[in-house]
């Protein structure tokens, strides 16, 4: 490149370029360079590097000497005499255009530089990136700023969801609850009622056969008087004595009385059952006697251990000790006892329908055990020799809804009511053992007094 063809390129560029031969001289320079020094091009010409800058003439050769050797831009400083006695640091950027040879100095481009503008620019890239740092950092910081808000919604929506599914479960609880609640409550009152119904006639019937003994007590003597003081009594009345065999009556009328006394004292022991189970007026803690509770229950289900044309009697064997009173919901106990013996039977029933295609002999039994264990225990065992509880069945006992029943003969709420009665209401325990095949045991412990 020639120094006019260097001058022709380099006008039209904004930055400050200087063509300098291996020697320093200045063979040509742009307007910015001159600007740069304020001074004119004119007053440039002909001038040598090392009269404009601050720098000795010996390092100006010899950083030209190291940009001329090199193939790549060489970078230096030059501190610029300005016009005005002020210095200018510049950064420099070297470049061989033409290398020495035997016949030509070399010659080199400079590219300057104003450091003070870089330094500025720097500065401004600094401050930028800083401020582009701080905003990375308040963007990283909004960014986990929301990911804790959205952790915490999360955490919060699954708390909610816990909260809801909690709410279900006591409100399926409550419902299964009042379901059989209504059940036996309606089963209660009509016992109750029933009872109720019974014990008036029964009470005139009781009441009155007393004095009805007595007056035909009354009414016979008159009558062996009557034959003392007329024994010769006219055909007609000897007729009658005979047709009703008048001493056969006399000696059977006393009987009779006395059976009919039994019946209606067994009809008021029934009432009195029937009253004791339904225990209407007993929704609170009470002190009671468990055996009274079971042997209530056994007499609702009286009907359903009798022999029928299609069952074998089921045999009710207790083994009852001597209990203390417990402290306990009485007609709720009731409610266990009444679900857990109609399950045996209900097992006992269909071992026998099984039995009867095997045609093998079938003993239906059901054992009643109570037991004191402490002070604080007792234990009320109910065994069937039915066709017991597989590991499966066992598993879900008491769960609500499960039945292996047909539809309409149960609910699956017997034995899940029974267990919130004995555990929660309680604080006891239910527990259920069986071998399968040859029977089936439900375990009732609760306290005798700490109910709370
Ligand atoms: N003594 C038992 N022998 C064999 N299986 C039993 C016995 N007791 C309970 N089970 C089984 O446990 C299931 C659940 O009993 P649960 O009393 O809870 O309901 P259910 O008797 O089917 O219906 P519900 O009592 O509500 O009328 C029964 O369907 C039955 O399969
Ligand atoms: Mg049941």
């Known amino acids: 490149m020639t120094p006019e063809q260097f001058l022709e390129f380099a006008r039209v560029l904004p930055e400050p370029l200087l063509l300098v031969s291996g020697e320093g001289e200045l063979l040509a320079t742009n307007k910015p360079v001159a600007d740069m020094l304020g001074l004119r091009r004119k007053q440039l010409r002909g001038k040598m590097l090392f009269e404009l800058v601050t720098e000795s003439a010996n390092d100006i050769i010899k950083y030209l000497q190291a940009c001329s050797s090199s193939r790549a831009m060489v970078i230096g400083s030059l501190t610029l005499r300005k016009n005005d006695g002020q210095t200018l640091i510049c950064r420099s950027q070297g470049a061989v255009i033409q290398p020495w040879s035997g016949k030509s100095s070399a010659l080199i481009l400079l590219r300057l530089e104003n450091r003070v503008v870089a330094t500025s620019n720097f500065i401004l890239l600094n401050e930028k990136i800083d401020e582009l740092a701080k905003e990375v950092h308040r963007r990283k910081q909004a960014e986990s700023a929301l990911k804790k808000a959205n952790q915490e919604?999360?955490?919060?929506?699954?708390?909610?969801?816990?909260?809801?599914?909690?709410?279900?479960?006591?409100?399926?609880?409550?419902?299964?609850?009042?379901?059989?609640?209504?059940?036996?409550?309606?089963?209660?009152?009509?016992?109750?009622?029933?009872?109720?119904?019974?014990?008036?006639?029964?009470?005139?019937i009781y009441g009155n056969l007393h004095h009805a003994h007595k007056y035909t007590q009354d009414l016979l003597r008159l009558v062996q008087i009557y034959q003392q003081?007329?024994?010769?009594?006219?055909?007609?009345?000897?007729?009658?004595?005979?047709?009703?065999?008048?001493?056969f009556l006399i000696e059977d009328i006393t009987k009779l009385f006395q059976s009919m006394k039994v019946g209606t004292e067994r009809i008021q022991e029934i009432v009195k059952s029937l009253r004791n189970f339904s225990r209407l007026d007993e929704a609170e803690l009470k002190q009671v006697n468990i055996h009274e509770g079971i042997d209530s229950t056994l007499m609702i289900l009286e009907?359903?251990?009798?022999?029928?044309?299609?069952?074998?009697?089921?045999?009710?064997?207790?083994?009852?000790?001597?209990?203390?009173?417990?402290?306990?919901?009485?007609?709720?106990?009731?409610?266990?006892?009444m679900n857990i013996l109609a399950n045996a039977i209900d097992a006992l029933e269909a071992a026998a329908n099984k039995d009867k295609q095997k045609l093998t002999n079938n003993n239906p039994e059901i054992l009643i055990k109570t037991e004191v264990i402490d002070k604080k225990w007792i234990v009320v065992s109910i065994a069937d020799n039915g066709l017991g509880i597989n590991e499966q069945v066992r598993s879900k006992l008491f769960d609500p809804f499960f039945t292996t029943k047909a539809v309409g003969k149960g609910t699956g709420l017997g034995l899940y009511i029974?267990?919130?009665?004995?555990?929660?209401?309680?604080?006891?325990?239910?527990?259920?053992?069986?071998?399968?095949?040859?029977?089936?045991?439900?375990?009732?412990?609760?306290?005798?007094?700490?109910?709370?």
């Open 229 to 247: 003081f007329f024994p010769n009594t006219p055909p007609e009345i000897q007729e009658q004595v005979e047709k009703i065999d008048l001493d």
């Open 303 to 337: 009907h359903r251990l009798q022999a029928t044309h299609e069952y074998p009697e089921i045999k009710v064997i207790k083994k009852y000790s001597q209990l203390p009173n417990v402290t306990c919901y009485p007609s709720q106990l009731n409610q266990v006892f």
């Open 153 to 204: 919604l999360e955490i919060r929506v699954e708390e909610r969801t816990t909260a809801l599914q909690e709410t279900l479960n006591e409100l399926q609880l409550t419902q299964t609850q009042l379901i059989q609640a209504e059940k036996m409550s309606s089963l209660g009152q009509m016992v109750a009622g029933i009872a109720h119904e019974i014990n008036n006639p029964v009470s005139f």
């Open 418 to 452: 029974s267990y919130q009665i004995i555990v929660e209401k309680h604080k006891g325990q239910l527990s259920c053992f069986s071998v399968p095949g040859k029977g089936a045991e439900l375990v009732i412990k609760i306290p005798i007094s700490s109910v709370s």
